[in-house]
């Protein structure tokens, strides 16, 4: 029995170039603390938030160097081998083979036909995340992609998911749900993202003032791309830290405006 369903997001990590400067950049912006690291596992360090795993840092490997840091977004599954069959019959790519991590669980990562990079967690003894949704978790994540009638056919097959888009004539976002439960976005980026911006998975961290964090994000080397912004979801930003790694932070009770209307999506 895993603690989250298939299709759930259930981790998130990313390599550093410095993962000092990682380790202090996200100690003061969302309060967390690390583990000592472990040296098996290429220096993997798992941070904590109130004493709960909620992500983890690792040193880039040598063949990285110059490469940006990057979020890597973890679906749950109960089987990753059968996951990776799916993946691959339904047109994406396996960046890496199944592997085992120790006993921690297995891993697969992948990409999918619109260009998307993503990874898959059958857990073992590391089931993910113990701690979503509050200040200085995992909050919620969003598939940005050009692409999404690749993405549209692509994730819902391979996962299972429930779909809905959201009425709106201004933006093209559809939500995909496990168990009747949205689990993430997908939203089609626009003309106004630049053209050599990768399709990608952004993750967005919980905080308790979303202005104070982008002030901090500022502050500490990092950049915002866009806002603070209300919304009926919270008050978000779209921001990267010092080392380039984009993600964003949300403060959800922070809401304005009425819930969108949701359809079925067009077939």
Known sequence: MTAFADGAPCWVDAMFPDVGAAQEFYGELLGWTFDEGSPEFGGYTQAY??????????PQLPEM????????????????????????ANGGKLVMQP????????????????????SVWQAGNHEGFAKTGEPGSFCWAEVNTRDVAKADAFFPAVFGFGEKQIVD?????????????????????GDDIPADVPPYISVYF????????????QRL???????PMTTPFGR????????????AVIDPTTTEGDMPELAEPPS
Do not use: L
């Open 49 to 58: 938030a109130d004493g709960k795993a909620v992500a983890a840092v690792v």
């Open 65 to 88: 160097t110059g490469q940006p840091a990057a979020w890597n977004f973890y679906f749950a599954s109960s089987d990753v081998a059968a996951t990776a069959e799916k993946i691959t």
């Open 99 to 118: 592997m085992a991590v120790g006993d921690f669980g297995t891993m697969v990562t992948a990409q999918d036909p619109s260009g998307v990079h993503f």
């Open 169 to 189: 004539e201004q933006m093209d976002f559809r939500i995909w749900e496990v168990a009747g439960q949205p689990v993430i976005g997908r939203f089609k980026m």
């Open 206 to 217: 919980g905080v308790e003032d979303c202005d104070a964090a982008v002030a901090t994000i």
């Open 221 to 227: 080397g990092g950049q915002a791309f866009f806002g």
């Open 236 to 247: 978000f930003a779209a921001v990267a830290d010092q080392q380039g790694a984009a993600f």
